[in-house]
């Protein structure tokens, strides 16, 4: 599968902005997809992952509450819905996407090491 990502931007903090993951390949559904982000500087931080179903989801501490993820597998395309941002969410964000149990007993992927299929990273930027 194939992943391309879209949507970051420049924004002032307490905006909202929402990322796409677009997909190739007709067994999307069959993927958990992830969000990740990293900073200049820093490694890959894990933000959110969904289900293949989209029936599951799970957030980073960090962004619990602000940020939602979601899928609709008839277009092919994962999205993360993101809210009340502040300057520390500043990072380039990637999708990935990997064959995965996750919604059907078995615990969600968060680390990047799980992951076999990567987009290619949109930039955030949030000022204060």
Not at 9 to 37: E, K, M, P
Not at 50 to 60: K, P, Q, V
Not at 111 to 128: A, C, F, I, M, R
Request: hydrophobic content about 30%; charged content about 15%.
């Amino acid at each position: 599968v194939q992943l391309q990502a879209s949507g970051g931007g420049s924004v002032q903090a307490g905006d909202s902005l929402r990322l796409s993951c677009a997909a190739s390949g007709r067994t999307y559904s069959s993927y958990a997809v992830g969000w990740f982000r990293q900073a200049p500087g820093k490694g890959r931080e894990f933000v959110a992952v969904i289900s293949g179903s989209g029936g599951s989801t799970s957030y980073a501490a960090s962004v619990k509450d602000r940020f939602t993820i979601s899928r609709d597998n008839a277009k092919n395309t994962v999205y993360l819905q993101m809210n009340s941002l502040q300057p520390e969410d500043t990072a380039v964000y990637y999708c990935a996407a990997v064959r995965s149990g996750y919604g059907l007993g078995y615990p969600p992927p968060d680390g990047p090491h799980e992951y076999d299929h990567w987009g290619q990273g949109t930039l955030v930027t949030v000022s204060s």
